[in-house]
Structures are given as C-alpha cells and as structure tokens.
C-alpha cells in the first residue's frame, strides 16, 4: 500500500522539526553541563544562576573594555513616536552622555535634556537614562546567523519560485534546520531557557491542536487565503520598518499577538491545504510532501519566533 501524502508530509516535517528543537534542547544541555563543571562549550562561556523559581538559567558573560576592564553599556531614553502613538528608543551618544547629568555617587548618566538633533524627544525635557550591559555573543553566532538567513532565502526561493521538488529542496531545509537549532538555543539562553522550553512545548501543542482541526478534509479553511496574505504583508512591513528604523516598543506586545495569531491561522490553512489535496490521487508524491511540509516548517518557526517576542 502506497504510503499517503499526509504520511510524506509528516514524515518531513517532524524529522526537520525534530532537529531544530531536540537540537535546541541538547544544545542547552550540554552548555548547562560546561557551565556547571567551569568550562566553556563551543567557543561559548555562560554564568551559573537562578531564577525565582529556583531552575538553572544560564547568563552570558558581559563585555568588558579591554583597556579597562570595565563592563560596556549601552545607554538609551524613552522617547514616543507620534505617528506610531507609541515609546521608542532613543540611544544616546558619548557625546550626549557626557552632557548628561550624573550619579554624585555612581558617576552613572542618570538624566538627559533633550535638544534638537534627536527624533521622537521634546526638546528641554528632561528623560531618564536607562543602561544596560552588553553581553558576549558567541564567536560563530554571527557567521551561523547569516548563513542560516541566506540558506533560509535560497531554499524559499527555489522552492516558491522555481518549485524544486524534494531533490534539492531537503537538503537545503536539512542545512536550515541544522543552523537554525544553536541558533534558536542561545535565542533562548538570551531570555530564559526555561520559559523557552515551555514555549517550544506550547508550539509543539498549537500546531497538534491546529493538525487536528486543520486535516479534517470536510472542513474547508480556503477563506482564510486572502486575509492571511494580507496579515502577512502588514506584518512583515511592520518588521522590516523595525529593522530599518531601529525601531523597538518595549510596552506593547501586540504586534508579537498579532504575529501568533497570524502564524496559527497559516498552520491551520496548510493543514487543511494538506488534507484537501491528500485527497488527489494524481498530487501524492515527495515533491509535493517537501512543499506542504516546508510551508508549514516554516509557519510553526514562526509562531515560535513570534510566541518568544510576545512573551519578551
């Protein structure tokens, strides 16, 4: 009996799965070890702590000048968008910190009066000066980051636009999934590797939950097409104002709603894409397993992503 494209699907998508958060969970096993014994892993040396909750939760070390030895902070004030009715922030120069007004004790810039040549302020008003460590990123961060970002691009790009079948498409996925699992494993060292955990199960729940609902074939979620194209061109907008701006608004989580939201609805459309076309003898092949289970990878990484954002 010939194997069914639902079974293709599933059997792509959790192998690729798999190796992104079991590689994620032992990653961070194994930096918990090194850190425990004194040691670093993989050019990456993190602090022993605890959180309120008594668990381990690795810290990255901070960055010191190396002429001084001093740890490097990053200064910034709070300022607020007006066309976006929101805070944003605002770094400071080292000129600008030298006017500010210091700690008596501390020597710590603690109050900024705003002038001209700074956006999103109003000028004479005092703001409080935030600071904020700098941490150490690991030696190879960088470099995976980028490589994963244009393996990531490549495999989308072939796959949605020249529709490679599963011949060069897996294997591109498979390096993605690879890079993207220490990737994914210091994102959530960065915050809390244990609220982080709890968010992969979360994933891992919302996506079981949406395949449930999502494969019945006499549901039919086609609706949900064009307002998810829609949703998803706002929000990658939003984003990409974000990185050219710099833009951050630490208050509001709504946009990382939005983004969960989003991301779900696209798990249960693929899912019911899936069980629509699972229907079509003449569709049940592997090429047409890798692109349903690409386009669902690829909703389930983002709706960790945005599930992370939203809880900060």
């Known amino acids: 009996m010939e194997t069914s494209l639902f079974a293709k699907t599933m059997i792509i998508l959790c192998s690729q799965l798999g190796i992104v958060f079991i590689g994620a969970y032992l990653m961070i096993l194994r930096l918990r070890k090194a850190t425990l014994e004194g040691k670093e892993w993989m050019g990456t040396q993190l602090i022993e702590s605890y959180?309120?909750?008594g668990e381990l939760d690795l810290l990255p070390t901070k960055q010191r000048d190396p002429e001084t030895g001093e740890i490097v902070r990053t200064y910034y004030i709070k300022g607020y968008n007006i066309l976006k009715m929101s805070s944003e922030i605002v770094f400071l120069s080292p000129e600008q910190l030298e006017e500010a007004e210091k700690d008596p004790e501390t020597g710590e810039p603690i109050t900024w009066i705003a002038d001209s040549s700074v956006q999103h302020v109003t000028k004479g008003k005092p703001?409080?000066?935030?600071?904020?460590?700098?941490?150490?990123?690991?030696?190879?961060?960088?470099e995976a980051f980028i490589l994963w970002?244009?393996?990531?691009?490549?495999?989308?790009?072939?796959?949605?636009?020249?529709?490679a079948g599963i011949s060069v498409g897996l294997p591109l996925m498979t390096a993605v999934s690879l890079l993207f699992a220490p990737i994914l494993a210091w994102i959530l060292i960065?915050?809390?590797?244990?609220?982080?955990i709890r968010i992969m199960w979360l994933t891992i729940i919302i996506t079981i939950f949406c395949g449930l609902i999502g494969s019945n074939p006499e549901l039919d979620f086609?609706?949900?097409?064009g307002p998810l194209?829609?949703?998803l061109l706002f929000l990658l907008g939003y984003r990409f104002y974000q990185v050219i701006t710099g833009f951050v608004n630490p208050k509001s989580g709504g946009m990382a709603i939005f983004g969960c939201i989003l991301f779900?609805?696209?798990?249960?459309?693929?899912?019911n894409r899936l069980a629509q076309l699972n229907e079509v003898t003449d569709l049940n092949n592997w090429d047409t397993a890798f692109?349903?289970?690409?386009?669902?990878?690829?909703?389930i990484i983002n709706l960790l992503l945005e599930l992370l954002e939203a809880m900060g």
Do not use: H, R
């Open 229 to 231: 194209f829609l949703g």
């Open 291 to 299: 692109s349903l289970a690409f386009s669902l990878y690829l909703d």
């Open 190 to 196: 960065l915050s809390d590797e244990n609220d982080g």
């Open 149 to 163: 970002a244009a393996l990531l691009f490549g495999c989308s790009f072939v796959t949605g636009i020249f529709g």
């Open 222 to 225: 086609s609706f949900l097409q």
């Open 127 to 142: 703001y409080e000066i935030i600071g904020e460590d700098n941490v150490n990123s690991p030696a190879w961060f960088m």
């Open 264 to 271: 779900t609805l696209f798990i249960l459309f693929d899912f």
């Open 51 to 53: 959180n309120e909750k």
